[in-house]
């Protein structure tokens, strides 16, 4: 038996202090949401249904609905100011995976990615494709202005202000100093050991259309192996898929190094190799969490043993009874 | 100084003996062309290009362009009958990454793969965004019919006369026997050690619009750090997908094990973790070659020290003088 287990992030930037509270909650809100999904599990409440991937699903539909993220509810704006979402989901027990990329009009692309798991011989549908197939499944298309906040339209328009438009549009650029990150995700440890991961994004400010990160990608965005244990990333997408962070972080805690310092491991590898920043949450087929960013802040908190923990800035660390 | 090679791959699957032939004289003349694109660089004819970027990219166009494989011209169909393409380019100097997904109408997804990494800020663009980026750079969009060869039609054809059609569009499926996979892909190190690989293909018969395979990711289909060496992958992309194929073999190679035994162990996990077979090549930055698979063939090609060596059946080997 483990002590199950459900942490969650909202993502690795610099998070400016407005948004700090806000955030904070958030997070606590979709660790009591997947941790309750998960108690009907543990307590047989649910004959069905209440599985890790449940829980995980619960606590990320829970952060793309709150706008405060840059997921589902609150995604920031394509160049052409549109709302382009990638999600993952993993099971695991199976490593079955399911992923979105560039899907829009989708209130929970957690959701459809968690379809794509259960209803496709594919791991991961992109664009139109994605959208198609969303329909096809009954999930509702919604009007894309209910998921674009004043927020993201605020920085949408901080960033053709201050940069070249055109050279931006195609051609590298200097990171804007107004593109954060409020990536979700979730990891589960449920009693028996079971694993799973879910991610989910709107991505980078003013990203070009089509632009598919690190977040739906295997081993990038999220990983699982009841083997091992689960991780989800956060951060700098492009670095994160080039140090293949979170198969990376796997990889070291399948040698038995402590979850944290696996997360740390391949934190200074990104860093060093690839000059990439950003933070991830795991856990351990035992139970072990670990929680870990080499950006300014990163917002997580997990429920474990009766016990609410959370923090958002290096080395805070708070617990509360639940 | 480390003795230059361009290793191909043709893809990894059971290959019915009428393409034997086709498909060996097609790796090898990819295999010429990227050496013959390397060998300009060597010799210091040409005072720019000649990388080996130039090489991988080289030999994956005379892929794409050779209708015996699934990639470029002679990619499979989607369920629709449409051509939708991945393809995947690594710089192993810098790690920089370039990837399209689901593009349609190119003649070489790799160079629209390789315009990615260049001239953008992402790795991974899909869908009509990938289209309109490659517009935007100027590449000529092709008629679809020009993609498409008489067998790509047939195979359609068998997989929708003997299978379900509305179940397996959106339902799980069984492998239909007809799903070959041609899947192309180059890995090279140069002279002075710099390595990279390209990946490229149509994916699988029927599969659904928007369908992302492992080509495009990262980890998956390719993966290339000077550090170590450079990977192609083949095979069942979902597998190769949930395996971090790519990722795991140059994982196992900078352990110190041979390429060869690297390959053999990453294929031995995703076989019995995942029920997943496919192939792989490999080069390390000392020069170092690896080609395996634990399908019933690949088609493969290296030339190094003035040798061409190839092969298509389980530990077949032929060498020739170039």
């Known amino acids: 038996m483990v002590e199950p287990v459900v942490v969650v992030h909202g993502g690795a930037w610099a998070v400016p202090e407005e ?31 209440g599985s890790s991937v449940d829980a995980a699903e619960a606590s990320v539909v829970c952060l793309e609905d709150n706008p405060v993220f840059d ?16 999600a993952i989901i993993i099971d695991g027990t199976t490593m079955e995976a399911g992923a979105v990329g560039a899907i829009r ?8 990615a968690r379809l794509v798991m259960e209803k496709t011989d594919h791991i991961m549908l992109v664009g139109d494709g994605a959208n198609k197939f969303a329909a096809a499944h009954g999930v509702q298309e919604v009007d894309p202005e209910v998921l674009i906040t004043s927020l993201a339209r605020q920085t949408l328009a901080k960033y053709k202000k201050y940069t070249s438009t055109v050279y931006h549009l195609f051609n590298k650029t200097e990171k804007p100093e107004t593109s954060g990150h409020e990536t979700v995700g979730c990891v589960v440890v449920d009693r028996e050991g079971h694993t799973s991961c879910a991610t989910s994004t709107g991505g980078i400010t003013a990203k070009m259309p089509g632009r598919v990160g690190d977040t739906p990608i295997v081993g990038a965005g999220g990983f699982a192996d009841d083997q091992v244990g689960a991780v989800s990333t956060t951060g700098h997408g492009e670095a994160i898929m080039k140090a293949c962070l979170a198969r990376h972080i796997t990889s070291v805690m399948g040698t038995g190094e402590s979850v944290k310092s696996s997360i740390q491991n391949g934190l200074a590898h990104m860093e060093s190799r690839i000059k990439g920043f950003g933070g ?4 351990s087929c035992k139970g072990e969490v670990g929680t870990h960013f080499s950006t300014p802040r990163m917002t997580w908190a997990y429920i474990q043993a009766g016990k609410l923990h959370y923090g958002i800035h290096p080395n805070q660390h708070v617990t509360e009874d639940l």
Chains 1, 2 share one sequence.
């Open 19 to 49: 948004l700090w509270d806000e955030s904070l909650q958030g997070v606590k809100a979709a660790a009591r949401r997947g941790y309750g999904a998960s108690i009907h599990c543990y307590c047989g409440v649910l004959t069905a249904g």
């Open 71 to 86: 997921a589902g509810t609150g995604s920031v704006l394509t160049f052409d100011e549109q709302v382009e979402m990638d």
């Open 105 to 112: 009009n989708v209130l929970n692309p957690v959701k459809v």
């Open 280 to 283: 991830a949450i795991a856990v």
